[in-house]
């Protein structure tokens, strides 16, 4: 198993750690380096997951290759990376890219095929999702009639994300934004859903963020990942119960089982969890790209 890279820092360079992510700031451009940090809860846990920053960074890779649209990463291989004299390269090798620095937009763009999460939460007390009304007698899990796109806010660090309709997006980032952004989730999800069939998953919902460069929308930050997204494999799907995955749901369950009270310092994870959750992340990899993890 490969050393799990946890901290990284390059001298004489800016950073600003988020949760799983370092950025570093190069004017017009950003360096970013996914750790292999997990969250879970809205925590930052004392044990990673070796090469996760790696599947994450590859995966989102692979979709810009594919995406005809406009997208912020400019280079991901770290020999071709303007990187200060003497930097060991390997540990950033897979886990780097080079990106146009945007204006983000403070949405969080979600688009969601299946009754899962949040939603069902919201769809039991509600009827509805995300001010959409929805057919009665729906079950968990269940395939919606249609795609829906259902807006977020970006929550600070430490905080959640909170659901808003899209009329309130409207006002938040005007008409003409709002439907671009709107438009293109729900294309880019049509377009990773159609692939993650036909290896199996099914993509249940996902994540998206959008940032405006030289008054160009552009997509940014990961895309279709096992971060930001619901896998589930296709052969076991069944709706009216929660779905087997490929995340780290196996570091939620653990979690959640092991009678942390989710407010105090989360604990080590057992090694058995980290071992089964980087299989995980490797396998959605693999199915989706085609191709061998080269770290594994």
Same mark, same amino acid.
């Given at each position: 198993?490969?050393?799990?890279?946890?901290?990284?820092?390059?001298?004489?360079?800016?950073?600003?750690?988020?949760?799983?992510?370092?950025?570093?700031?190069?004017?017009?451009?950003?360096?970013?380096?996914?750790?292999?940090?997990?969250?879970?809860?809205?925590?930052?846990?004392?044990?990673?997951?070796?090469?996760?920053?790696?599947?994450?960074?590859?995966?989102?890779?692979?979709?810009?290759?594919?995406?005809?649209?406009?997208?912020?990463?400019?280079?991901?291989?770290?020999?071709?990376?303007?990187?200060p004299?003497?930097?060991?390269?390997?540990?950033?090798?897979?886990?780097?890219?080079?990106?146009?620095?945007?204006?983000?937009?403070?949405?969080?763009?979600?688009?969601?095929?299946?009754?899962?999460g949040?939603?069902?939460?919201?769809?039991?007390?509600?009827?509805?999702?995300?001010?959409?009304?929805?057919?009665?007698?729906?079950?968990?899990?269940?395939?919606?009639?249609?795609?829906?796109?259902?807006?977020? =806010?970006? $929550?600070?660090q430490? *905080?959640?994300? &909170?659901? +808003? %309709?899209? #009329?309130?997006?409207?006002?938040?980032?005007?008409?003409?934004?709002?439907?671009?952004?709107?438009?293109?989730?729900?294309?880019?999800?049509?377009?990773?859903?159609?692939?993650?069939?036909?290896?199996?998953?099914?993509?249940?919902?996902?994540?998206?963020?959008?940032?405006?460069?030289?008054g160009?929308?552009?997509?940014?930050?990961?895309?279709?990942?096992?971060?930001?997204?619901?896998?589930?494999?296709?052969?076991?799907?069944?709706?009216?119960?929660?779905q087997?995955?490929?995340?780290?749901?196996?570091?939620?369950?653990?979690?959640?089982?092991?009678?942390w009270?989710?407010?105090?310092?989360?604990?080590?994870?057992?090694?058995?969890?980290?071992?089964? =959750?980087? $299989?995980?992340?490797? *396998?959605?990899? &693999?199915? +989706? %790209?085609? #191709?061998?993890?080269?770290?594994?």
């Open positions: 198993m490969s050393a799990a890279v946890v901290e990284t820092r390059l001298p004489g360079l800016a950073c600003t750690r988020g949760k799983v992510r370092d950025v570093y700031d190069l004017g017009d451009r950003l360096l970013l380096v996914s750790t292999d940090r997990i969250s879970a809860f809205d925590w930052v846990l004392p044990t990673p997951i070796p090469d996760k920053g790696r599947v994450l960074t590859q995966v989102s890779n692979y979709w810009f290759s594919r995406l005809e649209l406009p997208h912020h990463l400019l280079e991901s291989d770290v020999t071709k990376m303007d990187l004299a003497g930097v060991d390269l390997e540990p950033l090798a897979g886990r780097t890219v080079l990106v146009r620095k945007t204006e983000v937009a403070p949405i969080e763009c979600v688009v969601r095929a299946y009754l899962s949040s939603a069902w939460k919201e769809y039991q007390a509600t009827g509805g999702v995300a001010g959409i009304s929805m057919p009665t007698g729906l079950e968990e899990s269940e395939r919606l009639p249609a795609p829906l796109f259902t807006p977020a =806010t970006k $929550a600070a430490g *905080e959640h994300d &909170e659901n +808003i %309709t899209y #009329a309130q997006m409207q006002k938040l980032v005007g008409m003409e934004l709002a439907a671009q952004m709107r438009q293109r989730s729900l294309e880019i999800y049509a377009h990773g859903a159609k692939r993650a069939l036909e290896v199996g998953i099914i993509l249940a919902d996902t994540k998206f963020e959008f940032g405006v460069c030289d160009e929308l552009l997509l940014i930050d990961e895309v279709m990942t096992p971060d930001s997204s619901r896998f589930w494999p296709a052969d076991g799907y069944q709706a009216g119960r929660s087997p995955s490929f995340d780290k749901q196996f570091v939620r369950d653990w979690l959640s089982a092991s009678g009270d989710k407010n105090s310092p989360p604990p080590e994870l057992p090694a058995d969890v980290v071992e089964q =959750t980087r $299989a995980k992340y490797i *396998e959605a990899f &693999e199915r +989706i %790209t085609g #191709a061998k993890f080269r770290w594994a």
